[in-house]
Nanobody, 116 residues
Framework: QVQLVESGGGLVQAGGSLQLSCSSS????????MGWFRQAPGNKRELVAT????????YADSVRGRFTISRDDRRPTTVYLQMNSLKPEDTGVYVC?????????WGQGTQVTVSS
């Protein structure tokens, strides 16, 4: 079992910045992918950014160049999402994800609201 707890969401004006954190606990293995997804009201959950074992990162086109994912693998493993130049369309619930095939875990999510 893996538990994920997100923090750092909030209300920010367009052009502002926020940093999200996701702290993990439980049975964490080294070869894992951690990432962030988001879901806006009425929309499907979409990938924002992922990090595979601190080696490879992947970003949605809509956030590339504005968001940065990073991780600290000292126990507990924590993954961060630095969000700059925020836009109203970045509004949504941001959810942390941990994958070590075939298992996947999700956090509860943290709300990010960007006002215009």
């Amino acid at each position: 079992q893996v538990q994920l707890v997100e923090s750092g969401g909030g209300l920010v004006q367009a052009g502002g910045s926020l940093q999200l954190s996701c702290s993990s606990s439980g049975h964490i293995v080294s070869a894992n992918t951690m990432g962030w997804f988001r879901q806006a009201p009425g929309n499907k959950r979409e990938l924002v950014a992922t990090d595979f074992a601190g080696e490879t990162t992947n970003y949605a086109d809509s956030v590339r160049g504005r968001f940065t994912i990073s991780r600290d693998d000292r126990r507990p493993t924590t993954v961060y999402l630095q969000m700059n130049s925020l836009k109203p369309e970045d509004t949504g619930v941001y959810v942390c994800n941990y994958v070590s095939c075939p298992l996947a875990y999700w956090g509860q999510g943290t709300q990010v609201t960007v006002s215009s």
